[in-house]
């Protein structure tokens, strides 16, 4: 079992910058591939980054692409999602996940474990 902890929503306005983390404990960090998707009120669930396990592999949505960091640190077990010029269409439960391999999927189905989830409101 992977447990994940996700920390760093809150209230920003719209143009501003928020950090997430997300800590995990149980098994090696370093095996799995992370995630962050986000979840809107009455929306699907969206894939927003992935990164693999090493770090040198990351992927983006086009809607945060050029605004969202994606960054891991094995040795804190820690996974991170830096978020700049938010805008009102990123209010969402932010989750971040992980998936035991070397690939990292944009697809939620593909991740084994999930954190609780953190809001993250932007206002306009």
């Known amino acids: 079992q992977v447990q994940l902890v996700e920390s760093g929503g809150g209230l920003v306005q719209a143009g501003g910058s928020l950090r997430l983390s997300c800590a995990a404990s149980?098994?090696?960090?370093?095996?799995?591939?992370m995630g962050w998707f986000r979840q809107a009120p009455g929306k699907e669930r969206e894939f927003v980054a992935t990164?693999?396990?090493?770090?040198?592999?990351?992927y983006y949505a086009d809607s945060v692409k050029g605004r969202f960091t994606i960054s891991r640190d094995n040795a804190k077990n820690t996974v991170y999602l830096q978020m700049n010029s938010l805008k009102s269409e990123d209010t969402a439960v932010y989750y971040c996940?992980?998936?035991?391999?070397?690939?990292?999927?944009?697809?939620?189905?593909?991740?084994?474990?999930w954190g609780q989830g953190t809001q993250v409101t932007v206002s306009s």
């Open positions: 996940a992980a998936n035991y391999g070397l690939v990292p999927f944009t697809t939620a189905g593909r991740y084994d474990y």
């Open positions: 149980g098994r090696t960090f370093s095996n799995y591939a």
């Open positions: 990164i693999g396990r090493s770090g040198d592999s990351t």
